[in-house]
């Protein structure tokens, strides 16, 4: 047991504001509320009895040093001792709001680092760079089905069990799966898999799921647990780097652009896009949109054009060797008929031969 499970297992309240919680936000949350109680000398439940001044100025006291060299990291404790004081009552801590005051600081954002969305072939040439099935599935999942990554995270085998067989996988992705979903009203979307992607994950199945349940992981660790998201993020690093670009402008996040690069260039509907992308319809188009109608999806994400790109060079080198065994076919047919000419001649010339004598 880690030590924010432990956390919360002591302290009810912390475990009862956090239970239905993903386990990457229970983590930070509890750690932060550790923290900030053992900084000031008081237990979760005695925090939460102060008044929202007095247990205000003990917030502030314990992020104001964080602020000048760590705003980011102080903004995110602050949402998290603000989160779990509300639970008392329904009040607040009362912090500065926007337009300034004592309480009030602006996280400093850091300047984005430039952000490469690769394009088809050069997605091929870091799915390449995986060494083994579990790798290259993962990164197929990501590029071809556009998943976030924490679905990767939550996938179990029972989720693409039934359709593996098939030319097309589809997925549906639940709130479950996704949890970014939960705060976007959107109950689930599809997405699929087809071509070289269906069959590596076919081939994945096969080999790492010959016995197992329904609900196992899809991609499970040694000690059987799913795969956690930083080790999907250090995947998609070593095969960026092996593939010869920067790790820093390729993560996780801009392969999904990846997807939804190839999805909008495509022929389809512009709320068929939208689908694909896990995305709310917007306006009065959503009631006339059928999210369970998965055939009509599915038609629209096959015209999407996900397969590999074959090279010029290659394309000709297989144009002359069609051409060549083309030539020879000819040849041969040209020889046998010769060779068939010939026979009857000879059994013509043996017949008149009999004859005269």
Sequence with gaps: MQAFEKYMETHPEVKQWLQNRPTGTQKKYALTVMRFCKAVGLEPRQWRSLDKFEARDLAWKFLEPKIKDHSGVARAEMAALKSFYRNRRGEQLPFDSGRGGKHYFKAKRKKAAIEHIPSKEEMYQIIDMASNLRDKAILNLLFQAGVRVNVIEHLTYG??????????????????????????????????????????????????????????????????????????????????????????????????????????????????????????????????????????????????????????????????????????????ETRLSQLESQVKNLITQIKEMTETT
């Design 159 to 332: 989720d693409v069990q039934d359709s593996l067989d098939k030319g097309t996988i589809p997925l549906k992705v639940t709130s479950n799966l996704d949890h970014k979903l939960r705060g976007r009203d959107i109950p689930f979307y599809y997405t699929f898999l087809n071509g070289e992607a269906a069959q590596t994950l076919k081939r994945y199945c096969e080999v790492r799921h010959k016995r197992n349940k329904k609900t196992t992981p899809l991609f499970p660790t040694k000690r059987g647990k799913s795969i956690h998201q930083h080790w999907v993020w250090v995947i998609v690093k070593n095969c960026v780097r092996k593939a010869g670009f920067d790790t820093k402008a390729i993560t996780t996040h801009t392969i999904r652009k990846s997807f939804r690069k190839i999805v909008r260039q495509a022929n389809i509907d512009d709320d068929d896009k939208e689908q694909l992308m896990g995305h709310v319809i917007q306006g009065s188009r959503e009631a006339y949109f059928d999210k369970k109608d998965i055939e009509l999806i599915k038609k629209a994400y096959q015209k999407c054009n996900f397969q590999r790109e074959v090279p010029e060079s290659e394309v000709t080198k297989l144009r002359k060797q069609l051409e060549n065994s083309e030539t020879k076919r000819l040849l041969q």
